[in-house]
């Protein structure tokens, strides 16, 4: 089973910020252009996300019932009684939960974060679609409240542009109204 994973990122590997005194978990930007892209590649396929990007999502994501959700969680006791939501109590079960679903193949598997999960899957995956943000979030330049944390996954790019994968630029957008910032999207495949 081939697994692709899609991630937004800023030039300096910033995808959240984490408030921890509210436990908030946020993507400090607003894009719509990669929200539909998104959209696009999720649709009628198998989504594989950690509990803390599960509970972050707007109530908005969960209308569209065509994608198959599992959430990741160490958590035994949790269960689901939504038809499109499964949960993962580990990475293989996860995986046997998404081989299951994805009816020999006809379905993406689809790792979408967060940074915990990208580093558990890191191994395992075929090809990055990363829409790289051209901006740089830190704490100086960010309007941060008082406990925010920014998660940054510069490893994983790193990881990525060590490989030696297949680079595909798919699209280019240019800010404007509906778009905070210009940004690509490219694809690194094995
Ligand atoms: N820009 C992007 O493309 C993008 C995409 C996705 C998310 N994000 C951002 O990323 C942030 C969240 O990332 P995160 O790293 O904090 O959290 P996360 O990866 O979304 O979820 C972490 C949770 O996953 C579960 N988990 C992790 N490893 C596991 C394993 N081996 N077996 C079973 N369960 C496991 C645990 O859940 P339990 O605590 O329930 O045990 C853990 O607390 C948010 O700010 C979100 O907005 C950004």
Redesign the pocket.
Known sequence: MQLIS????TNNGI????NKEKHQ???PWKISSDMKHFKSISENNILI??????E?LPAIFFKDTSRKIIV????RY?TSDKKNIFI????DH?MKIAYNLSYNNTKKVII???????E?FLPNIHQWIV?HINTTINSHTHDLRANDEL?NVKNILSHIKNNSLKITKIKSYKANKQNEYDFDIISYEL
């Open positions: 899609i991630l937004a990122t995808i959240g910020i984490n978990y946020t993507i996300m950690g509990s803390t990007t599960y972050s990741l969680t160490g958590n949790r993962g109590h580990s990475k996860a979408c974060g967060g940074k915990e999960i990208y558990l829409s998660i």
